[in-house]
């Protein structure tokens, strides 16, 4: 870090980066300046009565103490910003940044996941997929969301509807429950218990989760609600019921991976051609969200058509299911998945 230097009563003010928290040092006034604040024999980082070592801070004292890391309320370094939308105050005193509603994932943000409300688990909605992808088909079986992989772009989908209907929920650590060829759905969800957003219980434990239907409060257990606790049969009450219940897994009934081509490519392709030619990505596993009939199994339903992007079964609009139709929602679905929590 240069060093700045105050001479004849001129003040020169530092940048400060909201990226990780670190900031460069602004210099206060008098005599003669360190790195920060002021002092007569140079101190690699001092502080005054009124300096700053944090962006935009001013010094005006005339007589700075020696220290290694600036004012106590005045420094913003490793704690700043939250990890993608928290933000720094101009004076440096947040000590563990803020995370806005809605924006960023908040594992560097203040909350503390242990004091928000119970809520641990939802199917992802049409509407929020929809939003995300900034398209009326979806992600299909893309998941990577602008990440490395699809488990992680997948996990940040969630994290973000977390947020959305649940402020600072960000905080509690999201992952979707999808099996690739590198692990299994089970193992990346905690042990739990889990709730839905209004509270509800979905399953106290793995042992009450891995079930044809999840040990549930009796109000939700056929019906597995989406991130803002709304029944996913029927989101809409002034609306004819959706088909709509064909939830991406990519897994058996015991929670680990079906085959190495029910996961599209590890979530990475929307491949339209699986149904039919047999390239490689083959079709993926979908478990049912909500029963009808004997079709129960919210893990291990059924097999889709394809990795395409689409939706089926969702007002009159998208037609009926079919499965041969090459789509993640080819029997009656829109490429959902579960999401769970580590925190409940």
């Known amino acids: ?183 299994n759905a089970k193992d990346r969800i905690g042990t739990g218990p889990w709730y839905d957003r209004l509270g509800r219980l979905v399953a106290q434990d793995m042992t009450g989760l891995l079930k044809e239907r999840p040990d549930a409060d009796p109000a939700i257990k056929q019906d597995l609600p989406n991130e803002t606790g709304t029944p996913n049969h029927r989101p809409n009450p002034n609306a004819p019921e959706d088909d709509n219940h064909h939830t991406l897994t990519g897994s058996n009934g015991q929670g680990t991976l079906f085959s190495a081509t029910a996961t599209c490519k590890d979530w990475t392709s929307t491949s339209m051609n699986n149904a039919t030619t047999g390239d490689g990505v083959g079709r993926p596993k979908t478990g049912f969200s909500w029963s009808v009939q004997n079709r129960t199994q919210w893990i291990d339903g059924q097999l889709e058509g394809g990795c395409g992007a689409g939706v089926t079964g969702v007002g009159s609009e998208n037609g009926g299911s079919d499965p041969s139709n090459p789509i993640v929602g080819s029997g009656g679905g829109y490429g959902g998945f579960y999401c769970f929590a580590l925190t409940p």
């Open 1 to 183: 870090m240069s060093l700045l230097v105050a001479l004849g009563g001129l003040h020169f003010a530092g940048c400060s980066s909201n990226e990780g928290g670190s900031d460069t040092p602004t210099a206060g006034t008098g005599t003669t300046t360190s790195q920060a604040g002021t002092t007569t024999t140079q101190p690699q980082a001092g502080t005054s009565s009124g300096g700053s070592a944090s962006s935009a801070g001013t010094g005006s004292g005339t007589s700075g103490s020696n220290g290694t890391a600036g004012s106590a309320a005045g420094s913003s370094s490793t704690a700043g910003t939250s990890a993608t939308g928290g933000a720094s105050t101009t004076g440096g005193t947040s000590t563990g940044g803020s995370t806005a509603a809605g924006a960023g994932t908040g594992t560097g943000g203040s909350v503390d996941p242990g004091t928000l409300d119970k809520f641990s688990f939802f199917v992802t909605s049409m509407a929020g997929l929809q939003k995300l992808s900034k398209s009326q088909n979806g992600f299909g079986g893309d998941l990577r969301y602008g990440t490395a992989d699809g488990l992680t772009g997948a996990d940040k989908i969630c994290t973000e509807l977390a947020e959305s209907s649940m402020p600072g929920s960000s905080a509690k650590q999201w992952h979707a429950f999808l099996s690739t060829t590198k692990v």
